[in-house]
């Protein structure tokens, strides 16, 4: 699965990990995470993160 790149702080979503603190379960497709979850470090939402090259 692809990771995501948060360009606000760096922080790299990888669906491999997930974001279990914050209820993402390891395996999830970040297409598949809601829209309301925000970037664990930085408070931002889904719209301010790329696919990382």
Do not use: L, Q, R, S
């Amino acid at each position: 699965m692809k990771t995501y790149v948060c360009e606000v702080c760096g922080y790299v979503y990888d669906p491999a990990v997930g974001d279990v603190d914050n209820g993402i379960a390891a395996g999830t497709a970040f297409a598949d995470i809601h829209d309301e979850w925000v970037c664990p470090p930085c408070g931002m939402g889904k719209d301010v993160f790329v696919e990382e090259a």
